[in-house]
Every structure is written in C-alpha cells, then in structure tokens.
C-alpha cells in the first residue's frame, strides 16, 4: 500500500471533475512537475533524464509456507540480487529467513520460497552463486554472536548453505565488492537503549530500563549512551577459490571517533571498483574508509553537523517549516558510493541526530553538497511530510544508494518515515540535481538499484495485517517520459495531507477545492489548480470563527455558486457534533448548524462524510451524506439529509448499503448532478487486497421517501 493519507476521498475526484467539465486534467506529467518541485526545492536546473515509473510489487505474505497464516508478521528489510538479475533475495527477520523472488517478468514477480535460520539475518550480498547473509544469534548486548551463512541460489528453488562462518559479533550490513574478490561485514555489537551508562563505560543496572531515565541522569549517567563494550569492528572475506577456502580478517575501528572512540558500532558498508569499503559509525557520527586488499584503515573522519533553518520541529498537528536546529549531527545510517568518489550518506541520526537529508563527502571528509531542507520541503509539497515525526527526525532518511541508468549516475535517497524515494542526478561538476519522488510501501528500508535490467527495487519493511497495510518490495521501471507520481503537489510555502474533500469551482473549470480532516489542526480549504500538471495547490484559506482559528474535522465541501462553501465536520460520540458549516469566500464560519436534538441523540461512532448542494437564494438545499449507520437506523441503511437554508429544517432519506465482504461500508461522498440526481461513493473500511467496494452509485431523491 502506497502512503496515500488522502486516497479515501480522492476517489470522489473523478466525480467532482466530471461535473465541472474538468475530466481532462492530466493523469500523466510533463516538465511542470519539474518546475514545481524545483520551486520548493530551490533548484532551477530544467532536467533532461529519464524517469522511472512504478512497475509491480510483491506481497511478502506471499511467500509464508502453505501452512503458515497469511495475516503473520513479514518483512522485507534488505534486498538484494542474482548475478542474472532475475531473483530477488530479501531479509526477513521476523521470521528469520531469507526469502527468494522471481523477477524474470518485473511486471508479475512470483514467490519462489524462503531459507530459514536459527537466527535473525540482518543483511544480504551475493558473490557469485552465492548469497551472503549476516545472521544474527545474540544472547544479549552484552555477549553478541553471529555468522555469515554462505547459500548456495545457483537454484534459488532449493538454495543450499555451503558454509556458517563465525564473525565473533553481532553482524548488521554486508556487501560485495563489484569485482567479486571481496566481502565486508559491518559487526555492529549494537548498543542497549535501555542501559544506563556512565561516561566511562559503566552500566548501572539499578537504573535500567527507560521508565528511569530521572535515576539515570541523577547518577551521572546517560539512558543508551556510549561506551558499550563490546566494540565493533569491519569482517573482511577473501572470496577467492571456493567457500570453503575463503578467509576471514578483522578490521580494527576503535580509537578513530571523536564521539566514544573505544566502542565504534559499524552500522552500514559499501564497496567501490577501488576496492575500497567505507564504514558508516552511526552512532558514533563517523565514517571509515578501509582498504580491502590490505585490510586497512586508509581515512577517517567526522560526518560532522549542519545548521538548518526553515524547518518543521515541533509535533502540533501543523506543518509550519519556521523552526531552526542548531548544529545537528548527522549520524548516518545507510552510505553508498558516487561516482566511485563520493560518499552519500542518509543522514538518519540515532541518539543524538538527524540532520533530515544526505551528504556527499569525498573519501577524505569533505562536503561536497549537503541536502539541507530539501527533502523535508519535499515530503512537505508532496503530501508525505510526517507530522507525528516533526519532533524527532522528520522524514528520517535512511536508506541511500546509488547506480549508472542510461548515462546519468543517480542517487537514491529512502525516507523511512515520510514512506518514499527521492532521486538526483549526479553531477560531477555541480550540486545533484532532483528529478522526482517515488512513493512506497510503509518503512522503505533496502533500496536495490539494477541498472543492467533499467529497474530500480524498494523494500519496505512495516507489516500489520490488522491495520490494513503489508511489508511488500516495490518494483520500479526507468525510461519513462515524464513522471506519473504526484499527481498533486503544492507551491512551496503550503504543506498539506490528509486530504478529505473535494469540490468543483462552480465558475472557473480548472480551480477545485480541498480540505484536510483532524489529522492537522487549524482547518483550511486549499484551492486546486488542475490545469497545471501535476495538479498543484496554489492557495489555501484558513478558518476562522470570532477571530480564531478553528479545527473541525473536515470531511467534505462544496463551493456555492454565490460565493463563499459549504462544509462538513466529522463529530465523535459525546465529543463533538457533526456540524454543517456556512463558510463564508474569505474562510469565516458563518455559522454552525447542527442536526435536530432527536437525530442527533441516536449518533454512533461514523458521522458526516459528503456535502453538496441545488438551487440558491431561497430555493437552495444542501444534502449530507452520513458514513454508517446510527441508532435509530435500518440495518444495512445510512442516512442522507436534507437542509433548506432558508427554513431551517432538515428531512431525511435512507440509503440501502452494499453488504461488507469485511469490515464495514458506508457512504464517503456526494454530489449533485441534478436537482433531483446525485452521485454517491460507497466504499468498504478495506485496504491492499481486502478491498472490494469502491463503487460509485446514481441515485435519484424526486421520488424517495422520507
């Protein structure tokens, strides 16, 4: 499931269009997407590459065995691939395997099975025909253990293991040199989050566990900090001859960092045509570059901190990019080489960091380009800004990689928390430049570029049944003209998401109208130009009511054709009441107007969704669509009323509901087409493949009974 907060009501888009002659707004987009992003990004550069376009993806419950549920936990962590670039070889931890995918055809991947360990794989590389696979088989923090499992997928039906080699650690990345020759093995000896430790080192176990973090500090310690012994190191394999005669080295890392030298925790390695292997020390806020012919440290340094201005800090249910952090470190997690010169780093941040972007520095330390703001500027324009997040590390770019597509080298920047890949084209010469955002499945973590096939693949880790989303790999195609996602965006200085509501300008044809529900506060109705491409929100107009701001939970308007909306607020049972809203051009409430006292007495958890309205002046009637049905109600009927301005008074109608397949269906939506004829959206409480009514339904009020 893609990260859309807002599908629910766009579907009514098709509706709302129709009937403002706006059909035609383009489903597809041109070089505007180009300049639009560029805008809130500051770039100006027109780009000339090509783009990818979402292709397939693959259910990772689609690989449990035939007697496993289908609602257990999955995930897909890393990802990796034959030499053939036909099978996908991907991490699952919660069920300590690793797991085979048929990509012969990327438009229709297909499970080909899983190998399962006593352990929990971490990481996977292939070399040769063989995957490589860290597996992790820790006791504790304090004694971490594991091994590299070499695997045999030279028939990944029935993938064989060759060889456990012990790595005397807890083993997180592993990768492959391009040349074959070598292999790298991140053994992170990850710290306890938990600990309370002292600056030298000592845990103090009186004042374990995050419930006493106050004791911690008052005894002079700090909750998760470091050092933690064990120390981390880098296991380098020499993969020449065969598995059995490979050999195994150690990586010395320790007294480099300027932040607990004595307990570096390797977190992510990447290998270039040099052979050389640069180490990320995410905790640590360092990098190492080693070389691993000889097994040595070649360069070290810093991955510093950076100033941002103009950023969204604070978590308060709106997206304001006022704030400024002062010298944030970066704290990388995923690193990847450019050009086989840069380093990009995905700044994440961990205990003390996130600096919300990447970085490329060259192998000695220094910046070449730093992101800044520009990826939060575009989660922010795209809809995929993470509110809840705004606190802590905002998008928090985890995964980075990178590869040659055509003649253009191109980054890939993974948001584990805004759910979407941004890519840049590298520039020898000059700063990367952006090209476009792909969305993906929650918690993108493995991002797997294969240039040889033109297909990018991401696989994204969170999986919860019950909540309606599942851990799949998504699979990108290059090539394409132009890019089909967003299919809106917004000027740079107007965040939004959540989108609930869709209305047609009765006037200009080109102009829709959107709000956004109680996921954000200060309620606005944002003003829709879709004759740019993508579609692009110019405008919003804040509520107001007695000189305030209000926050309603918006679920639908309509823009009357004498000026100014009409709109309606969700109400929750003993809390608030669903409320028709009188909206004056401007944004003032004009006033608010409740249902009858008897209607309203019988309110269950579902309220109002849909409003639209026929006639004006003295003649006009606006009709609300209620979700689900309430106490006084039919099963199986939901209500649908009617106000008439001019009276007061309200009637009602009751409308037959689909049956749920699962779940529950309501109404979600109406429009008028007629005085008499509307247009309704039906739809279940299903996602991914539970989905099943989505549907949109005529009906006719002349001859309906009250």
């Known amino acids: ?76 962590e890393i990802v990796s691939v034959s030499k053939d ?18 990509i012969t055809n990327p438009t229709l991947p297909s499970g080909r099975g899983f190998f399962s360990f006593a352990g929990e794989p971490t990481s996977v590389s292939v070399a040769g025909n063989y995957a490589l696979v860290g597996v992790d088989t820790s006791d504790s923090f304090t004694d971490p253990s594991g091994f590299l499992a070499v695997i045999d997928i030279s028939d990944a039906v029935n993938p064989l293991l060759v060889r456990a080699i012990d790595l005397k650690g807890q083993p997180d990345s592993v990768d492959v040199s391009p040349d074959g020759y070598y292999a790298a093995v991140a053994i992170e000896n990850e710290r306890d989050e938990e600990a309370c430790v002292t600056p030298d080192g000592t845990q103090l176990a009186q004042a374990y566990g995050e419930d006493n973090e106050d004791l911690c500090n008052d005894l002079g310690g700090e909750m998760g900090a470091l050092p933690q012994a064990p120390a981390g190191n880098l296991a380098v394999l020499n993969l020449m001859g065969e598995p059995a005669g490979w050999t195994l080295s150690s990586v010395d890392l320790t007294g480099l960092a300027d932040v607990a030298g004595g307990d570096p925790e390797p977190e992510y390695v990447d290998i270039n045509v040099d052979n050389l292997a640069v180490v990320s020390l995410q905790e640590n806020n360092y990098m190492v570059v080693v070389d691993l012919p000889s097994a040595m440290v070649v360069s070290h340094f810093s991955a510093g901190s950076v100033t941002l201005e103009g950023v969204d800090d604070d978590k308060n249910k ?15 997690d995923a690193v990847a080489w450019v050009y086989d010169t840069w380093i990009a780093t995905a700044n994440e941040g961990d205990w003390n960091g996130g600096s919300r972007g990447f970085t490329l520095f060259d192998w000695m330390g220094n910046v070449a380009y730093d992101s800044g703001t520009a990826i939060e500027d575009l989660a922010r324009v795209s809809g995929h800004y993470p509110e809840k997040r705004a606190g802590k590390k ?185 409320l028709l809203l009188d909206i004056s051009a401007s944004g003032k409430v004009q006033n608010e107007i409740m249902l009858p006292e008897a209607v309203r007495a019988n309110q269950v958890k579902y309220g109002f969704e849909g409003v639209t309205a026929v006639g004006s002046g003295g003649s006009e009637k606006v009709y609300v669509a209620v979700q689900h049905e309430w106490g006084d109600d039919p099963d199986g009927y939901v209500k649908i009323g009617e106000y008439t301005p001019v009276t007061g008074s309200w009637q009602f109608f009751y409308y037959p509901l689909d049956a749920a397949e699962k779940g529950w269906v309501g109404l979600s939506e109406i429009v008028a087409e007629s005085a008499d004829t509307f247009l309704v959206l039906e739809r279940d409480n299903q996602q991914g493949p539970n989905a099943a009514i989505k549907r949109v339904y005529r009906i006719n009020l002349a001859s309906a009974v009250t």
Not at 35 to 59: C, I, M, R
Not at 85 to 94: A, Q, R, V
């Open 1 to 76: 499931m893609f990260q859309r907060i807002f599908s629910k009501k766009l579907l009514a888009a098709g509706i709302a269009a129709s009937l403002s002659g706006a059909a035609g707004a383009a489903s597809s987009l041109d070089e505007s997407l180009i300049s639009a992003v560029s805008q809130a990004l500051g770039e100006t550069e027109a780009v000339s590459a090509q783009y990818f376009t979402f292709l397939s993806s693959f259910k990772v419950y689609n690989n449990l065995a035939a007697d496993e549920a289908m609602d257990s936990e999955t995930v897909a």
């Open 85 to 102: 670039g036909n099978t996908l070889i991907y991490t699952d931890s919660e069920m300590k395997r690793i797991g085979f995918v048929d």
């Open 318 to 332: 709106l997206l304001d990019p006022v704030m400024t952090i002062e010298n944030v470190v970066r704290e990388p």
């Open 394 to 578: 905002g998008t928090e770019i985890e995964g980075i990689a990178s590869g040659c597509f055509g003649d253009d080298e191109l980054i890939f920047a993974g948001a584990e928390r805004g759910n979407f890949v941004a890519v840049y084209r590298a520039d020898l010469d000059n700063a990367p430049t952006y090209l476009q955002i792909l969305p993906t499945g929650v918690g993108p973590e493995g991002i797997l570029p294969i240039p040889q096939r033109d297909l990018l693949v991401v696989a994204s880790e969170k999986d919860d049944a019950d909540e309606g989303f599942r851990s799949f790999i998504s699979i990108y195609q290059y090539g394409a003209d132009a890019p089909a996602y967003p299919q809106i965006t917004s000027d740079a200085n107007i965040g939004w998401g959540a989108l609930s509501g869709l209305a047609a300008d009765p006037v200009n044809t080109n102009t829709l109208y959107t709000v956004h529900d109680s996921f954000y506060e200060q309620s606005r109705i944002y003003q829709v130009d879709i004759a740019a491409t993508p579609a692009n929100i110019n405008d919003q107009i804040v509520l107001m009511k007695d000189g305030e701001t209000v926050n309603y939970d918006l679920e639908g308007i309509f823009a009357r054709p004498g000026g100014g909306f009409w709109a309606v607020s969700e109400g929750k049972v003993r809390k608030t009441n669903n």
